[in-house]
Nanobody
C-alpha cells in the first residue's frame, strides 16, 4: 500500500556530512508527518527529527545544530542533512511516515527498511 524508499547512507569520517532521502509512494491520501529515527547496536530506536506537512520541525537534542530535516511535498520526499557527524551518530536510520491511505480514516505509521550510517576514521 505504501512504500518508503531510503537512500544516502554510508561510511563517513568524523566531521563529514551525509544526506539521507526517503521517498514515499503508494495509495497515499494525506500526510501528517515524516521523519527519521535511528537505532544503534544494542540500543532502542529513537527519534532524530520529524517534520509535519505544514513544515513544523522537531529535532532531537543530540543532533540539534548539526542535522536539518526538510521535505518536498510535491515529491512526497523527506531529507535529512547530517553535518559534523560524530562516531556516536553511527546507527541504522529509519524513515517514518505517519499518513492516511486512500479509503481509510485513521493515520498509520509506515517505516522504511533502514539505511546504515557509519561514522569512523
Amino acid at each position: 500500500q505504501v512504500q518508503l524508499a531510503e537512500s544516502g547512507g554510508g561510511l563517513v569520517q568524523p566531521g563529514g556530512s551525509l544526506r539521507l532521502s526517503c521517498a514515499a509512494s503508494g495509495s497515499i491520501f494525506r500526510f501528517n508527518s515524516m521523519g527519521w529515527y535511528r537505532q544503534a547496536p544494542g540500543g532502542q530506536r529513537e527519534l532524530v527529527a520529524s517534520i509535519t506537512s505544514d513544515g513544523s520541525t522537531n529535532t532531537a537534542d543530540p543532533v540539534k545544530g548539526r542535522f536539518t530535516i526538510s521535505r518536498d511535498n510535491a515529491k512526497n520526499t523527506v531529507y535529512l542533512q547530517m553535518n559534523s557527524l560524530k562516531p556516536e551518530d553511527t546507527a541504522v536510520y529509519y524513515c517514518n511516515a505517519n499518513l492516511r491511505i486512500l479509503g481509510r480514516l485513521r493515520y498509520t505509521d509506515y517505516w522504511g527498511q533502514g539505511t546504515q550510517v557509519t561514522v569512523s576514521v
